[in-house]
């Protein structure tokens, strides 16, 4: 389809004094291309352009990508180095002063080195995130196994995308997000998309959906809302948070039974078929509506579309992923293209709308508990000998696989864990069971947080370093798709901030490991050395040059040479990373959630985002125009459930878990479900969801439940006596 379509091609100009600097957003994986202006004679950042010429989003960009500029030369910006001379005030904005940082690099190594010799090499941890680039994200996985010599390293994507990661590795033998490009997206002609709310999440991709429906192809959510994408869907599978196994496997039963089953492609091309028959054939529309209430008749004609349709993709996000049984739910929505044959070709396939920046590449360099670079694990001695040889360590000296984010905090909690170095990631606000994340941060002996911002979880510091903002530095980042792309730098770091590679150099030289990092002098440096580590993994980016990335508009992994062009369709030849060449069909028995509704707790509750902020909320809170879009959390109520409970639209009520309680402001929609209750949790301190969600983690990727847990609902203010009723004890059904 022709570029025209869908816009029309305008030159961006700069205005005299300025300049027009190429780069993406800092915020979902979209990363929507764009143009930050700069002042040339201030050479500060003052606004924003749409890059037309991106074929991902082709000049689309969210309100959060409009104003992301607005961060970088925000008033809240940490500019100095913060300690903390009085420990009392922990968990507070309160106690720090300013200081330099050889104060501040001088009290890190000190304490790093008393915890060390006093408990051993793994009583320190390192705790990241994914909104870094690829250079970043490598080069904490080095920083903590070779300047700290510690186990104990993860990542925030593990309460993200941990789950569709080892999805797709059970399932493909690799992982990656999507396995054809996003620009194949609006030919096809019939997108399927479970647990998404792409309208407010990714917002971007939305002109490709519309237009999917524009040719007279169709539309499938499975959602617990009717989210605005579920609005506009063919069918809108309407299900319970916390069963879309059953769904999926209905759908696989359903295309079976219906004669779409490719029986070639299965025989040829996977494993597990006639086992995965065995638990699917169960699932049938009638069983499954008892289990999700979803009616029969939608869950018939949603397989019949998906079936028919000569091309499909099978689209989801953190609402099939965050449950105790992400994996297997990511699995499960695979086997659908597998047993149809749709993969593996132009237009057909899977994709994950990705929620963090470099929620890809994030996940690929050797920032989890059991990897390295280039998706290799630690637990591979061949694997641990080829990082080994770059990083010019013996394997002896590798530290074993740790634990995963949230098992962590109960390492704090047993003080296992004494010193915590954390960067890129807010967990006072993201992880489950806030409380019980808090005590163990409380715990802790010593912690450093490298931030832009005064986080939540910065209080909790004993140092905080300042750290750049997306646009004060340089690298790569992988988007949604798997295609690598460059972000390039448009200002000077402001006051005394640094980026994460240069404090890691610098640390690692204090502590007396700097022969293995003081060579990396430019985030150009860090490249070249992450891709010959990535070099043969099933994550490799040795090809990837950022002259590559800039002629091609990005390169797609893997990419393993120079003249390698990169793969944007994965699996066209049919041959998946399994050692025969085979993907396998996954035979994944019902769970049901891990807290169901019952007398006390009779309300499902799920969470998600709003389009206006991102994450923890801990930059996008910030700024003006996104705040007072939504200034606060609130609690969404069908409206015969509020009736029940005798509350009103923007009423203060009080939602209770068995783990916590919070203060919301009712929102009443009939755009939920009547038995399902939603929050949005990007707030902190105590309006923050995560003090309620439970943190049941799924046993292969360690995920925790943030969408499904049971509550109640308290209202704050005595009903007026003519409606005063007794509380609801029965489990409310749809």
């Known amino acids: 389809m022709p570029k025209d379509k869908f816009f029309k091609v305008i030159e961006n100009r700069t205005h005299p004094g300025e300049k027009l600097v190429d780069t993406h957003c800092s915020y979902c994986g979209m990363q929507c291309g764009m143009k930050l202006r700069v002042d040339t004679s201030t050479n500060r950042i003052i606004g924003v352009e749409p890059r037309y010429d991106w074929p991902v989003t082709l000049g689309k960009m969210c309100p959060k990508g409009v104003t992301a500029y607005q961060q970088t030369n925000h008033d809240d910006r940490l500019l100095k180095p913060l300690i903390r001379d009085d420990r009392s005030l922990r968990g507070t904005k309160m106690g720090f002063r300013e200081a330099t940082w050889e104060e501040a690099y001088e009290l890190i190594v000190r304490k790093f080195q008393e915890l060390q010799s006093g408990f051993g090499k793994d009583s320190l941890s390192v705790f990241s995130g994914v909104s870094m680039t690829n250079e970043k994200c490598y080069l904490t996985g080095k920083f903590a196994r070779v300047a700290l010599q510690t186990r104990y390293i993860d990542y925030n994507g593990r309460f993200c995308m941990s789950s569709a990661a080892a999805g797709f590795m059970r399932t493909f033998g690799v992982d990656r997000g999507s396995t054809l490009p996003w620009t194949d997206l609006h030919e096809t002609d019939c997108l399927f998309i479970a647990g998404s709310n792409t309208a407010e999440c990714h917002p971007t991709s939305m002109f490709r959906v519309w237009e999917v429906q524009n040719r007279g192809g169709y539309l499938i959510v499975a959602d617990p809302r009717e989210t605005p994408i579920a609005r506009r869907a063919d069918v809108h599978l309407d299900l319970r948070p916390g069963t879309d196994l059953a769904l999926a496997n209905c759908m696989v039963n359903l295309l079976i039974q219906g004669g779409y089953a490719d029986r070639e492609f299965v025989e040829k091309h996977t494993n597990g078929f006639d086992a995965m028959l065995e638990v699917v054939k169960q699932f049938t529309p009638e069983y499954t509506s008892e289990i999700t209430g979803v009616a029969t008749e939608k869950l018939i004609r949603a397989a019949e579309i998906y ?221 070249d050395e992450f891709r010959l580590a990535s070099k043969g993994g099933y994550a490799d980016y040795y090809g990837a040059t950022w002259e590559k990335i800039e002629e091609q508009q990005g390169v797609f992994w893997p990419c393993r040479d120079e003249a390698d062009p990169g793969t944007p369709h994965m699996f066209l030849d049919k041959k998946f990373y399994h050692p025969d060449g085979k993907a396998l069909l996954c035979a994944l028995p019902y769970r049901p959630p891990a807290e169901e509704p019952c007398g006390d707790y009779p309300l499902r509750m799920t969470t998600g985002r709003v389009v206006y902020h991102y994450l923890s909320g801990n930059q996008t809170r910030r700024i003006p125009f996104l705040r007072d879009m939504c200034p606060e959390p609130f609690v969404e109520v069908h409206p015969e459930t509020a009736k029940r409970y005798g509350i009103a639209h923007e009423e ?66 005595a009903a007026p006596a003519a409606q005063a009723q007794e509380p609801i004890k029965e489990v409310i059904q749809t």
């Open 652 to 717: 203060m009520v009080r939602v209770r878990t068995r783990r916590g309680e919070a203060e919301f402001k009712v929102k009443i929609t009939e755009a939920i479900r009547r038995d399902t209750v939603f929050v949005p949790y990007h707030f902190g301190h105590e309006k923050s969801v995560n003090l309620l969600t439970i943190a049941a983690l799924d046993p292969t990727s360690k995920m925790p439940e943030f969408k499904a847990c049971a509550a109640e609902i308290e209202k704050l203010t």
């Open 307 to 527: 079936g028919k349709a000569p091309n499909a993709v099978v689209m989801f996000a953190r609402g099939i992923e965050q449950q105790h049984k992400g994996v297997d739910n990511v699995s499960a929505y695979t086997n659908m293209s597998l047993v149809t044959g749709k993969i593996g070709r132009p237009k057909s396939g899977v994709a994950t709308f990705t929620g963090q920046g470099n929620g890809q590449g994030g996940r690929e360099h050797g920032q989890k508990a059991d990897a390295l670079p280039g998706y290799r694990k630690i637990a591979n001695p061949k694997h641990v000998e080829e990082v080994c040889k770059v990083w010019g360590i013996t394997p002896e000296e590798m530290p074993q696989p740790g634990v995963s984010a949230y098992e962590m905090f109960g390492l704090m909690q047993d003080k296992t864990i004494r010193g915590l170095y954390l960067l890129c990631s807010n967990p006072a606000v993201s992880a489950p069971n806030l409380n019980e994340v808090r005590a163990a941060l409380m715990n802790l002996d010593f912690m450093v947080c490298c931030d832009m911002f005064l986080s939540e979880s910065a209080e909790f510091a004993d140092v905080v370093l300042p750290t750049v903002t997306w646009s004060e530095d340089e690298g790569t980042v992988t988007n949604l798709e798997g295609r690598i792309i460059k972000i390039n730098k448009a200002q000077e770091p402001l006051g005394e901030s640094k980026p994460d590679w240069e404090i890691q150099v610098e640390l690692a030289e204090r502590l007396g490991r700097g022969q293995y990092f003081r060579h990396l002098k430019t985030a150009r440096d860090i490249n």
